[in-house]
């Protein structure tokens, strides 16, 4: 019996981006394990710490309600892209449909974390208030975290979006549409 209903399983899509650290070559890289967890990690240390010693406040009620509502707005545009991915996915170029896979990982990462950066917002702002304290280390390291992954999500769409347009003009009509998501 699985704990976790499969349409509830977001395993795959943790390994597929954790998949995309490393070089063009897939071997992994450590410098992508500390630039995208052990960076957010040391800051919310550094936070707790500063928060311990009350040096640092708890983040105010405002900074969650911001966070609110940057995510709000942030998860629809995530889908968006990835939507319009499934529309730039006529290349065949193996190098540009292994791109264009990759991102589509990490931006479902992206969304997942978003999600849960908003699920813990709103929990702070509605059901613990006399814990912020204690949430607000979760809150740096999501913070933190999700504003890295979204770098490289800008990144690689900026690339794909560069090569789509510049590869506009070769496409033919035998072309399915789906060539890069035949593996997916």
Same mark, same amino acid.
């Given at each position: 019996?699985?704990?976790?209903?499969?349409?509830? /399983?977001?395993?795959?899509?943790?390994? /597929?981006? &954790?998949?995309?650290?490393?070089?063009? /070559?897939?071997?992994?890289?450590?410098? #992508? &394990?500390?630039?995208?967890?052990? !960076?957010?990690?040391?800051?919310?240390?550094?936070?707790?710490?500063?928060? $311990? $010693?009350?040096e640092w406040p708890a983040i105010p009620s405002a900074g969650w309600n911001a966070v609110i509502t940057?995510?709000?707005?942030?998860?629809?545009?995530?889908?968006? !892209?990835?939507?319009?991915?499934?529309?730039?996915t006529e290349q065949d170029n193996k190098r540009f449909?292994?791109?264009?896979?990759?991102?589509?990982?990490?931006?479902?990462?992206?969304? @997942?974390?978003?999600?849960?950066?908003?699920?813990?917002?709103?929990?702070?702002?509605?059901?613990?208030? /006399?814990? @912020?304290?204690?949430?607000? @280390?979760?809150?740096?390291?999501?913070?933190?975290?999700?504003?890295?992954?979204?770098? !490289?999500?800008?990144?690689? $769409?900026?690339?794909?979006?560069?090569?789509?347009? #510049?590869?506009? #003009?070769?496409?033919?009509?035998?072309?399915?549409?789906?060539?890069?998501?035949?593996? @997916?």
């Amino acid at each position: 019996m699985k704990v976790i209903p499969e349409k509830l /399983n977001v395993s795959k899509i943790l390994t /597929n981006h &954790w998949s995309t650290f490393g070089d063009v /070559n897939g071997k992994g890289k450590v410098s #992508d &394990w500390i630039s995208f967890y052990a !960076m957010p990690l040391l800051l919310t240390i550094t936070y707790g710490v500063k928060l $311990f $010693f009350n040096e640092w406040p708890a983040i105010p009620s405002a900074g969650w309600n911001a966070v609110i509502t940057v995510t709000s707005i942030l998860i629809p545009l995530m889908l968006a !892209m990835l939507a319009s991915l499934i529309r730039i996915t006529e290349q065949d170029n193996k190098r540009f449909c292994r791109l264009v896979k990759e991102l589509i990982y990490n931006s479902s990462y992206g969304i @997942l974390v978003s999600v849960l950066l908003l699920s813990v917002s709103l929990v702070a702002v509605v059901l613990c208030k /006399n814990y @912020l304290r204690q949430i607000s @280390l979760l809150f740096v390291f999501l913070t933190s975290h999700l504003f890295l992954t979204l770098v !490289m999500i800008i990144k690689r $769409f900026y690339v794909v979006a560069l090569r789509s347009k #510049d590869n506009n #003009d070769v496409k033919t009509e035998a072309h399915s549409g789906t060539a890069c998501l035949k593996d @997916l």
